[in-house]
Nanobody, 122 residues
Framework: QVQVVESGGGLVQSGGSLRLSCAVSEIPFSVYAMTWYCQAPGNQRELVASITPGGDTNYAHSVKGRFTISRDNAKNTVYLQMNSLKPEDTAVYSC????????????????WGQGTQVTVSP
């Protein structure tokens, strides 16, 4: 059974840092695109950062220059280094693993974790 487990959230003061981890089991991790999303109370889920199997990255405008996504395929883990945190970064951060297979037929594999709470105090 596929498991996606996030960790590393917590309470931090404005300007501080956190490092989130997302460990995935029972999938060929290296072929999956990995994405971090966040959802604040009353808001829709938003993309924070993504990384392709080849290592290409993409960031939301609001976190560019502050957050860094990386992956360690040997550990089946993706990370989100969060620096210069702001109160508006407060949200539940969730990890998604996605892979589109075209053989023998088109099929999308999509897995989510439960999320980890990040709270940034003023």
């Amino acid at each position: 059974q596929v498991q996606v487990v996030e960790s590393g959230g917590g309470l931090v003061q404005s300007g501080g840092s956190l490092r989130l981890s997302c460990a995935v089991s029972e999938i060929p991790f290296s072929v999956y695109a990995m994405t971090w999303y966040c959802q604040a109370p009353g808001n829709q889920r938003e993309l924070v950062a993504s990384i392709t199997p080849g290592g290409d990255t993409n960031y939301a405008h609001s976190v560019k220059g502050r957050f860094t996504i990386s992956r360690d395929n040997a550990k089946n883990t993706v990370y989100l280094q969060m620096n210069s945190l702001k109160p508006e970064d407060t949200a539940v951060y969730s990890c998604n693993a996605h892979h589109l297979s075209m053989w023998p037929q088109r099929y999308e594999f999509d897995y989510w974790g439960q999320g980890t709470q990040v709270t940034v105090s003023p």
